[in-house]
C-alpha cells in the first residue's frame, strides 16, 4: 500500500467553481493541504467544508477577512487522530502526548508574540497512524503551513516572517520528542538555492538574505544516491553547492544508512554577518522603528539574533533527496507576465521531514502539469498505510455548530425564499381571495381569468427582440406614413422614423426579415402607389450592429520581436503613472536572451 501526502497553494478557495468532491478525487491523495484559502469561518460555506468522503481541519485569519488561511483534507482512509488549528496550542484541538501545548516549546515565548504570530490562520496540524509494509505502526504529524511573505515596502514583515520560522521549528522539535515522526508541508515562501530560483543574483548577497540563512540552519542536507551526487558534471555541482558557499567542508562528509549527509552549517552559518533586507534599503532604525508596531519591542536585534534558535532540529527536503540535482523544478510563477509559459519562477513549496523518517519515503513531486493557481501542488509517496481513526478530533469542522443546525448566520434572514415557498405562498394568497368570493351554483368556470391567464402567458413567451430591431424602418411603417400623406396633403413632407417598441401594438415586428444597407425608396413599400415627383425617396439607416453606434477599440500594436499583437497592461504600483495603461510583450517573462521569452516591447497608450 502507499499513501500519498499533496500540498498547494491554490490562492483562494472560493475560486473554485467546480464541485469540491470532485476537485479532492481528482488531486488523487490520501492527505491534501492547501494553503491561501483566503475564508474566515464567518465566509466558510458548508459544501467547502463538509466533502463526502472527506473530513476537513481549517485555520483561519483572526486579522483580517479574506487573507491567508490553511485546510487539510483527509480521506476517509486517513483520518487523523488528532488535528490542532494553529502553532501554539491557542486555539482549538490537541495533539498527542500533549505535543501542542505551549509548555512543550523549546524557547522562550512571550503571550503577545504568541498571539500576533498565531493570529492570521497559517497552520494546521494533523496526527496519523501509520503502518508501514512490515506491519510495525507509528505516528506521524503533518504540519500544513503558509509562511509569512515579505512585503518591500514593510519591513518588519521581515522580522515576524523569521519569527514564524522559529515557532514552526520549535513546535516540530516539540512533536518529534513525543516520538512522532514530523512532515513539514506548504507555501515556505522561501527560494531555498539557486537552483530554486529562475534568475538568482550573481552576487553573494543571494545566499546572505537572511531567510535563506535560516533555511540554511533547519534544512539537513542529505541526498538518496551518493554516485548521482559525486559523479555529476562540476557545473551543475557547483549550482547545487553555490548556496552554501563555504558552509561545508569536504572533512564534514560522512555516511548515515547509505546516504550522503553535509553535516550541520548552524555555527558557521552564525558567523557570516550580512544586511538584515533581502534586496532593500532599509536601515536599522527604519525597522525597528516598525517593529514596535508589531509588538517585537522595537530594540535592535542583530543579525546573528535573529537566526538564533532554542533547538537544533532539522528537518530534510523530500524533493532534494529524490532530486538534488534537477533544474526548473519551480512551484510558484508570476501570473501577470505570464511566467509559467516559459518556467520562469521559483520553488518555494516544499515537503520536509524528519530525517528518520526518510527510509519510509517512495518519491517526492513537483506537479507543474496541475493548473488552477499561480502555484503548483508538490507530493511525497509512503510505502505504507494510514490506519483510519475511529472517531474524528474535535477540532474537525463537521463539528462546526453552524454546520449542525445549531446555529443560524444572520445571512440567512435575507436570502431570497425559495420557490416552492413562493409557490405556497401564491397557493394560499389565491385560496383567501376566493374564499371571499360567491361561486356560481352551476359549478361554471370562470373563463374569464383563464382568458387573462393565457394572455399573460403568451406575453411572457413572446419571442425577445434583437437591439438592431430598435434602429431600423420597417416597411409597414412606410406605407401607413404613405397612406397618410394621401389622405392628408398638409402632412409634411417627410417620413417619421418609427422605434421598434415605442408602439408594439400597431407594429408587428418580423424577424426574419433581412435589412438591407442599400437605400430604399418609399415606392417600393407602396404596393406599387405612384410617387409624386415632390416626394424624396426615404433612406434606410445603415445597420451593421454596434459598429451602427461606437467604432470600438483599436488594434493592439506589434511587438518588435515576435511581430505578434501586444497586451494591454495597466500600472497598479502606487506613483505618478499609476492607473496608466501600456502595451508589452504578450509572452511569457524570462531570461534575457531567450528567443522564446518577451521581448522589451513598451509603449504607453494614447502615444
Not at 486555539?91 to 509548555?103: M, P, R, S
Not at 494546521?124 to 509562511?147: F, P, S, W
Not at 540554511?216 to 541526498?223: A, E, G, R, S
Not at 438592431?468 to 396633403?489: A, R
Amino acid at each position: 500500500m502507499l499513501v500519498r501526502i499533496l500540498s498547494w497553494n491554490i490562492n483562494g478557495l472560493r475560486s473554485f467553481k467546480t464541485n469540491m468532491k470532485q476537485f479532492l478525487d481528482s488531486l488523487e491523495a490520501d492527505i491534501i493541504c492547501l494553503q491561501e484559502t483566503k475564508v474566515t469561518r464567518d465566509m466558510l460555506e458548508e459544501p467547502q467544508a463538509i466533502v463526502e468522503g472527506y473530513s476537513s481541519y481549517f485555520d483561519f485569519s483572526r486579522k483580517k477577512s479574506g487573507y491567508s488561511g490553511v485546510a487539510t483534507f483527509c480521506s476517509h482512509r486517513s483520518t487523523p487522530t488528532h488535528a490542532l488549528e494553529g502553532l501554539t496550542g491557542k486555539h482549538a484541538g490537541e495533539l498527542f502526548d500533549g505535543g501542542g501545548t505551549v509548555e512543550v516549546l523549546p524557547g522562550q515565548w512571550k503571550e503577545e508574540e504568541l498571539k500576533n504570530l498565531d493570529c492570521e490562520g497559517r497552520a494546521v496540524i494533523t496526527q496519523h497512524l501509520l503502518k508501514d509494509t512490515e506491519g510495525k505502526e507509528l505516528r506521524i504529524a503533518v504540519i500544513n503551513v503558509y509562511c509569512p511573505h515579505v512585503d518591500p515596502e514593510k519591513p518588519e514583515r521581515r522580522i515576524y516572517k523569521l519569527r514564524f520560522y522559529e515557532l514552526l521549528r520549535q513546535r516540530a522539535a516539540a512533536i518529534r520528542a513525543t516520538g512522532c515522526h514530523v512532515i513539514i508541508v506548504g507555501d515556505i515562501n522561501t527560494s531555498h538555492r539557486r537552483i530554486d530560483h529562475c534568475d538568482p543574483d550573481d552576487s553573494e548577497d543571494f545566499e546572505n538574505r537572511l531567510g535563506r540563512r535560516y533555511l540554511d540552519m533547519m534544512l539537513l542536507p542529505i541526498y538518496k544516491n551518493e554516485q548521482q551526487y559525486e559523479t555529476s558534471s562540476t557545473d551543475q555541482k557547483a549550482r547545487v553547492d553555490s548556496a552554501q558557499n563555504n558552509y561545508m567542508c569536504s572533512s564534514q562528509l560522512g555516511k548515515i544508512d547509505g546516504m550522503i549527509k553535509i553535516s550541520d552549517r548552524l555555527k558557521l552559518a552564525k558567523n557570516r554577518s550580512s544586511s538584515l533586507t533581502e534586496g532593500s534599503d532599509y536601515s536599522r532604525a527604519e525597522v525597528n522603528s516598525k517593529t514596535r508596531e508589531e509588538g517585537y519591542g522595537g530594540e535592535q536585534q542583530s543579525d546573528e539574533s535573529l537566526l538564533s534558535s532554542s533547538t537544533n532540529f532539522q528537518v530534510v527536503d523530500t524533493f532534494r533527496y529524490f532530486y538534488p540535482l534537477k533544474e526548473k523544478a519551480f512551484t510558484c510563477w508570476h501570473t501577470l507576465s505570464n511566467s509559467r509559459a516559459t518556467n520562469y519562477g521559483t520553488r518555494i513549496d516544499y515537503i520536509f521531514c524528519d530525517k528518520d523518517f526518510l527510509t519510509y519515503l517512495r518519491d517526492g513531486q513537483v506537479l507543474q502539469e496541475v493548473l488552477g493557481s499561480d502555484h503548483c501542488p508538490v507530493a511525497i509517496v509512503i510505502n505504507g498505510e494510514i490506519t483510519p481513526a475511529a472517531k474524528l478530533p474535535s477540532s474537525c469542522t463537521k463539528f462546526y455548530p453552524e454546520f449542525q443546525g445549531l446555529q443560524q448566520k444572520l445571512s440567512s434572514y435575507f436570502q431570497p425564499k425559495s420557490s416552492s415557498t413562493k409557490a405556497n405562498q401564491n397557493f394560499s394568497l389565491q385560496k383567501n381571495e376566493s374564499s371571499n368570493k360567491t361561486w356560481p351554483l352551476n359549478g361554471v368556470k370562470r373563463k374569464a381569468e383563464v382568458t387573462k391567464k393565457s394572455a399573460r402567458k403568451m406575453v411572457c413567451t413572446e419571442k425577445q427582440k434583437k437591439l438592431s430591431s430598435f434602429f431600423t424602418v420597417k416597411q409597414n411603417s412606410l406605407i401607413d406614413t404613405d397612406n397618410e400623406k394621401n389622405e392628408n396633403p398638409t402632412s409634411q413632407n417627410h417620413a417619421d422614423v418609427n422605434f421598434v417598441g415605442h408602439n408594439n401594438k400597431e407594429i408587428k415586428s418580423d424577424d426574419s426579415q433581412d435589412i438591407s444597407s442599400h437605400e430604399l425608396p418609399l415606392s417600393q413599400g407602396s404596393k406599387g402607389n405612384p410617387v409624386s415627383g415632390s416626394q424624396k425617396p426615404l433612406t434606410l439607416v445603415k445597420n451593421s450592429g454596434w459598429n451602427f453606434l461606437m467604432n470600438g477599440p483599436k488594434p493592439p500594436p506589434l511587438c518588435p520581436g515576435h511581430k505578434e499583437p501586444a497586451v494591454l497592461r495597466t500600472v497598479k504600483k502606487k506613483g505618478p503613472n499609476m492607473n496608466r495603461q501600456f502595451y508589452a510583450c504578450a509572452r511569457g517573462a524570462g531570461k534575457e536572451g531567450d528567443p522564446e521569452a518577451q521581448c522589451n516591447f513598451f509603449k504607453w497608450v494614447g502615444k
